[in-house]
């Protein structure tokens, strides 16, 4: 039977006699036996508070049990605190982290939370951070780091939810492989290193107090699995969201960030390959591109009559926008192509239509003018920009042709598509679609999952069996390298135009 | 495949490539498996340095496991250092702490030490340092103490036999109750109040650090169970040591110390029960009682032709006597009899024989002139030493009697009768039964165990099955209150003769 990683029993024992002198623990475990079978292990921490916690409360407590490798009393309390019965899920990404906290007794959740992962400041990505771990000590500073940042959100969490932070017994995190070495201390040096080998891939469950978190000192902490250097538990946790890992149909997910994963198969067999293809995605490529967050612009349509941007911001009416996240650059681009104002190229078709402008000899379009925007100037997506946005696009298309092709399909064959990363919750496929990114397949097929970083991990809490399913993921699937042959090169090229320089590829498109 | 509790294995790995990127745990683990197939826990501080290890050493490592509940890498060094695996087995008495230090590659002894419990400081047995607990803090000193105790004689024998301290990978620890729960910091405050309960029976594996001892941190630190307040690993051990619990036929063992515990069965059923027996043969009751170490008379003939004594000291020729253990008493008493210079209730003959002489109205048989003894002082044996001891050796007789009466049997019944305790090593099964302590069946069914406690943890160190049996013993052995009835106390008042009223019962004697 199925049930969250921890959970809570309520107890209520015969007070020792002479006839009955079983010793505390073993009444207890007794006890608990007629409601969860099974051999318990027992921390000194928890064995040694059991006496005055029986005695305190007339031999009524309740006592927590975590489901890890083996079963353990992980706390004791006097009375019924069953209905009490927390846990933390983490996606821990290379910039921001982000938490939910859980009730596992009810299954809901109680909040969210994000925030900047602190390690930024000695590198903003991976690369840079496993350099700084070069140096003696640094490593351990990463791993506080890490800790450090989960206890915040966990603390403040908690502190919005009226819960003690001591009552969380459990946290999941799932995150890419560096991340996930940085967090246990592990060294990650030759993750970048040919033959590109972690220290490990699966690492299970750990002493919650022996990671530096600050929730129940002997709650289970555990880290979801990666598979080699470049795939990680985010990804994974996409497959265990997705549940093409339990289909007979095959289905095909990617993971956009900085780069996408792509990951193919059903119940029998799980492909994964990965290609740098959404830093355009991410911010910091395009002029205006920015992460989901309060100021981004989300969504962008284009009004036909007058061509102005009609948008709408995170964090709702009133705040000003700063810049456009991944979903409205898909969206942008997208609709200007589809209302004319761009061609296939990518280019800016002239005469100029409304909004557009050549300014300092280049040109751009006006998503917001400088009158409605954040920073009082205007906010533009410029031709260069577009260039960009179509090779990551191309890059992805070729991508996820290359490895169908490879095992011998048809887009068409796919049971679902399922597009996962922070800003995939936000996609709208069918401007995917259009532009080119994702094949021209029923709409109806595609699945957005959102963070399935976060939510894979927020499974694994509540749900044991789905623990047992991302370690049989891991082990089952199997990494390909993407193979940048010249037919790579060439589909690649074939593919930097809107929707695709082969047309009978879009039907639905063009 | 019985095996020792740990043990390493000696790994040489292909080095990671492109055809083969492994995570370095897992092209460890690969390899492990095929010598010793299972699952394996890897604790942090051990996978963090699994990296270093296999690039100092070309990928040949020795990894070091133990089989406690889950199989664990507690160790990973580079190279061939697979000769060098050792244990420590601890008898963590109320008044003494023995250790002996193996070497569980080869299965022998290196070294044994015997300290005194540093806990005597708040309390000479077991109530006054279950008291001293009521105060905060005392109990975690008393557990630091015993921890430290450990710690000191790992240390002295790990230097004598020239190896780390941190090359011990598992300790076994047998003890009383009350003082496996000092040793863990479980509070003993129940364990002498009805009705009795201890914390826990069953403790099982410890990280060794996390008892603050200082042999491998990760290593396993194993606590024999107790059977509730009275009957604790130390007695279990024995049993384990007798092989009673697996023979066909009922056995007997009797644990000798400040009780005796006896335990009665065979390998379908075990009963103990503990009785005050002993403390007349621990020194502190008998005037010149004393424990057996250096000085101890442990051996003693009466010549007789001239009434004197002939005796053997603990530390060899040239240490001059300071008193008897207890071997020697039962000796002594045994032979005072046998040569007629006591009658069967345990006084004097007169006139006195040589030897004997009446001292300031007191009757006492001189065992050492002053000349010969090491403070200058006679040392006698009293009329008031023989009658503790010959209370003390009636109980015992009582007891045995009651439980073996009790289960229908007699003592002819029982396929071997064992003796434990520190003195039972030395103690002569014909002396013991002339004075009619233990019953006057075959000679050759008597087996004197020595200090099975300390040979009960050396056992689970070298066999892992032996744990198994020892938990094993636990859970079948059933505690059963001797009953203080009329019949007990009058089978007792027959019982303080020597050998006994009833002569019958001692045909080889009388």
Not at 270 to 288: D, I, M, S, T, W
Not at 329 to 334: K, S
Not at 336 to 343: A, E, R, S, T
Not at 381 to 405: G, P, Q
Request: charged share 20%.
């Amino acid at each position: 039977m199925d049930g969250p990683l921890v959970k809570k029993y309520f107890l209520k024992l015969a007070p020792p006699s002479m006839e009955d002198s079983a010793a505390d623990l073993e009444r207890v475990i007794r006890s608990l036996s007629e409601v969860c079978p099974g051999e318990f292990d027992v921390p000194l921490s928890v064995a040694s508070k059991i006496p005055d916690v029986l005695r305190q409360s007339g031999f009524e407590l309740t006592v927590t049990v975590s489901f890890s490798d083996t079963r353990s009393i992980i706390d004791a309390e006097p009375g019924d605190t069953s209905g009490r019965c927390f846990g933390l899920a983490i996606d821990l990404g290379t910039t921001n982290v982000v938490g939910v906290l859980l009730d596992l007794a009810e299954g809901r959740q109680l909040g969210e939370l994000s925030d900047v992962n602190p390690q930024i400041a000695h590198g903003e990505d991976i690369l840079n951070r496993i350099h700084f771990c070069l140096k003696k000590g640094n490593l351990e500073e990463l791993q506080r780091q890490a800790a450090g940042c989960i206890n915040s959100i966990a603390r403040r969490l908690s502190d919005a939810a009226g819960i003690g932070v001591h009552e969380i017994g459990c946290v999941s995190v799932s995150g890419n492989t560096t991340m996930a070495h940085l967090f246990l201390g592990l060294d990650p040096y030759n993750i970048c290193r040919a033959p590109y080998v972690p220290v490990a891939n699966h690492f299970g469950f750990f002493r919650a107090a022996d990671l530096g978190l600050d929730i129940n000192p002997e709650g289970a902490a555990y880290v979801l699995p990666n598979v080699g250097s470049y795939v990680g538990g985010d990804v994974l946790a996409g497959v265990l969201v997705s549940g093409m890992h339990e289909r007979s149909e095959v289905s095909l997910m990617v993971d956009v960030g900085t780069n996408a994963e792509i990951v193919i198969g059903n119940r029998d067999w799980l492909l994964v390959c990965a290609g740098a293809a959404g830093p355009a995605l991410e911010g910091g490529v395009v002029k205006f591109g920015m992460r989901a967050m309060p100021g981004a612009i989300e969504r962008i349509k284009i009004n036909p009559e007058t061509m102005r941007s009609e948008y709408s911001v995170i964090g709702g009416q009133g705040v000003k926008p700063r810049g456009m996240c991944g979903s409205a650059l898909i969206d942008l681009l997208a609709e200007l192509f589809l209302k004319g104002l761009i061609d296939g190229r990518g280019k800016f078709v002239e005469p100029f239509l409304p909004g557009v402008r050549e300014n300092d000899g280049l040109r751009e379009y006006v998503v917001a003018p400088a009158a409605d925007a954040e920073a009082g100037e205007d906010i533009v997506f410029t031709e260069a920009d577009i260039d960009n946005l179509v090779r990551t696009k191309a890059a992805m298309y070729t991508a996820l042709n290359v490895v169908t092709r490879e095992l011998g399909m048809s887009f068409h064959d796919l049971a679902e598509f399922s597009i996962a990363g922070t800003f995939g919750a936000y996609i709208a496929a069918d401007k995917a679609v259009a532009i080119g990114m994702v094949p021209d397949i029923e709409l109806s097929k595609y699945s957005l999952l959102g963070n399935s970083s976060l939510k894979g991990a927020c499974k694994t809490l509540l749900s044991r069996e789905a623990i047992n399913e991302v370690e049989r993921i891991a082990s089952m699937i199997t990494y390909k390298e993407l193979n940048v042959s010249t037919d790579f090169m060439s589909e690649f090229r074939a593919a930097m135009f809107l929707p695709h320089t082969d047309a009978s590829l879009f039907p639905n498109i063009v």
